[in-house]
C-alpha cells in the first residue's frame, strides 16, 4: 500500500466517524403541506425540525418534510415548547413514501397537547406505546406532517385518512383509504393564529449509519498493519 493510498484511507475513516456521531438541526424553509411540496431533508442526520407553519384561515396551517427512516423500530417524533409563540396544540402524521398513511397523534396525554409519535423499540420518548400493526415497518423515505390540532389530511375523494376518537391516541390509517391530496382546514375551538412556532424531536432518522467505533478501529488496526507489513517487506 501506498503512502498515499494510506492517507487516504486513514482520511476516509476519520470522516466516517465524524458523520457517525453528526447531528443536524433543520430550520424549516419553504416546507409544503403536501408531497409534491414537502421540504425534502433526505440525505440529513436529521433529529430536530424548528419551523414556523403558515398562518390560517388564510393558508392550511401545514409543513410537510421528506425524512430518511434508517431504524424504524426506534424511529419517534415528538413536539416540544418552543417558547412564547409556540402553537399550544399540535398534531404529528407520518406517510410513506407513496402519501399513504402510516400514524398520527394529536396530545401526548390529557395534561399535554403537545404531539408524540411514539417508536416501537427502546428510545420512545412518549408516554403511550407504539399500538399492534401501527408505524412504520421498514426503513426508507417517509412524509412527516405538523399543524395544528384536528386539523385532518384527505384522500383525493376527501376521504379521512385518520380518524382520531380520542385526541391522545395513536392511531393508523383509515381501511381503504388513498394517499394525501388534501387537508380538512379544520382547526381547535377559537386558536391563537399568532402561535406559529414549532419544534419536533427525531430518532431513527438520517443517512445511512457510518460503522460503529469498534468497527472503524478494527479497519484502522487492519489498514495500518497492512502498510506496515508492506513497508517491512519492501525493505528486506
Same mark, same amino acid.
Given at each position: 500500500?501506498?503512502?498515499?493510498?494510506?492517507?487516504?484511507?486513514?482520511?476516509?475513516?476519520?470522516?466516517?466517524?465524524?458523520?457517525?456521531?453528526?447531528?443536524?438541526?433543520?430550520?424549516?424553509?419553504?416546507?409544503?403541506?403536501?408531497?409534491?411540496?414537502?421540504?425534502?431533508?433526505?440525505?440529513?442526520?436529521?433529529?430536530?425540525?424548528?419551523?414556523?407553519?403558515?398562518?390560517?384561515?388564510?393558508?392550511?396551517?401545514?409543513?410537510?418534510?421528506?425524512?430518511?427512516?434508517?431504524?424504524?423500530?426506534?424511529?419517534?417524533?415528538?413536539?416540544?415548547?418552543?417558547?412564547?409563540?409556540?402553537?399550544?396544540?399540535?398534531?404529528?402524521?407520518?406517510?410513506?413514501?407513496?402519501?399513504? %398513511? $402510516?400514524?398520527? /397523534?394529536? #396530545?401526548? +396525554?390529557?395534561? *399535554?397537547?403537545?404531539?408524540? !409519535?411514539?417508536?416501537? &423499540? =427502546?428510545?420512545?420518548?412518549?408516554?403511550?406505546?407504539?399500538?399492534?400493526?401501527?408505524?412504520?415497518?421498514?426503513?426508507?423515505?417517509?412524509?412527516?406532517?405538523?399543524?395544528?390540532?384536528?386539523?385532518?389530511?384527505?384522500?383525493?375523494?376527501?376521504?379521512?385518512?385518520?380518524?382520531?376518537?380520542?385526541?391522545?391516541?395513536?392511531?393508523?390509517?383509515?381501511?381503504?383509504?388513498?394517499?394525501?391530496?388534501?387537508?380538512?382546514? %379544520? $382547526?381547535?375551538? /377559537?386558536? #391563537?393564529? +399568532?402561535?406559529? *412556532?414549532?419544534?419536533?424531536? !427525531?430518532?431513527?432518522? &438520517? =443517512?445511512?449509519?457510518?460503522?460503529?467505533?469498534?468497527?472503524?478501529?478494527?479497519?484502522?488496526?487492519?489498514?495500518?498493519?497492512?502498510?506496515?507489513?508492506?513497508?517491512?517487506?519492501?525493505?528486506?
Amino acid at each position: 500500500m501506498s503512502r498515499k493510498l494510506f492517507l487516504s484511507a486513514v482520511i476516509a475513516i476519520a470522516l466516517m466517524s465524524a458523520a457517525s456521531v453528526q447531528a443536524d438541526t433543520v430550520v424549516a424553509s419553504g416546507a409544503g403541506s403536501l408531497p409534491g411540496t414537502a421540504e425534502d431533508l433526505t440525505g440529513m442526520n436529521v433529529t430536530e425540525i424548528q419551523g414556523s407553519i403558515p398562518g390560517m384561515p388564510d393558508e392550511l396551517g401545514v409543513d410537510m418534510f421528506k425524512i430518511d427512516i434508517t431504524d424504524f423500530a426506534n424511529f419517534s417524533a415528538i413536539t416540544t415548547g418552543p417558547g412564547a409563540f409556540g402553537i399550544p396544540d399540535t398534531v404529528l402524521f407520518l406517510f410513506d413514501a407513496s402519501g399513504f %398513511g $402510516v400514524m398520527a /397523534n394529536d #396530545d401526548i +396525554d390529557g395534561g *399535554n397537547t403537545l404531539s408524540c !409519535l411514539p417508536a416501537a &423499540g =427502546p428510545s420512545n420518548p412518549c408516554e403511550s406505546t407504539l399500538p399492534s400493526g401501527v408505524g412504520p415497518t421498514s426503513d426508507g423515505d417517509y412524509f412527516l406532517a405538523i399543524t395544528r390540532s384536528q386539523q385532518l389530511p384527505l384522500d383525493a375523494s376527501l376521504n379521512e385518512i385518520f380518524t382520531i376518537f380520542n385526541s391522545t391516541d395513536v392511531v393508523g390509517p383509515n381501511s381503504g383509504v388513498g394517499s394525501v391530496a388534501g387537508w380538512d382546514g %379544520g $382547526v381547535f375551538t /377559537n386558536p #391563537d393564529f +399568532d402561535l406559529t *412556532n414549532y419544534d419536533i424531536l !427525531l430518532t431513527g432518522t &438520517g =443517512p445511512v449509519t457510518a460503522p460503529e467505533p469498534g468497527t472503524l478501529a478494527l479497519i484502522s488496526a487492519g489498514i495500518v498493519g497492512i502498510f506496515l507489513r508492506r513497508k517491512q517487506q519492501a525493505r528486506s
